[in-house]
């Protein structure tokens, strides 16, 4: 069974950062593809950003220039570096692991960026 702890969340000021990370209790080198989704109050859960086994990243639109995911093999962590948050931002942020098709989620983890 895989498990993914999200950690990192909190309140921030708009223009501010805050870095995420989820700890996997597998080894990810190797895995499909790892990625970071975000639901807001109201709205359907949307995807962030995916990195591939492969190195390749996909970001959505409105994050573009802003965030970035990463990952450290070592610890079997995954990382996304948000930066130039807006209040827009605000919303839990849930890491996935997709692995042969199959798909693992963390609890989630809150971003609230308001002044």
């Known amino acids: 069974q895989v498990q993914l702890v999200e950690s990192g969340g909190g309140l921030v000021q708009p223009g501010g950062s805050l870095r995420l990370s989820c700890a996997a209790s597998?080894?990810?080198?190797?895995?499909?593809?790892m990625g970071w989704y975000r639901q807001a109050p109201g709205k359907q859960r949307e995807l962030v950003t995916t990195l591939t086994a492969g190195g390749s990243t996909n970001y959505a639109d409105s994050v573009k220039g802003r965030f970035t995911i990463s990952r450290d093999n070592a610890k079997n962590t995954v990382y996304l570096q948000m930066n130039s948050l807006k209040p827009e931002d605000t919303a839990v942020y849930y890491c996935?692991?997709?692995?042969?098709?199959?798909?693992?989620w963390g609890q989630g983890t809150q971003v609230t960026v308001s002044s």
């Open positions: 597998v080894i990810i080198f190797g895995i499909d593809v």
């Open positions: 996935n692991a997709n692995i042969q098709l199959a798909h693992y």
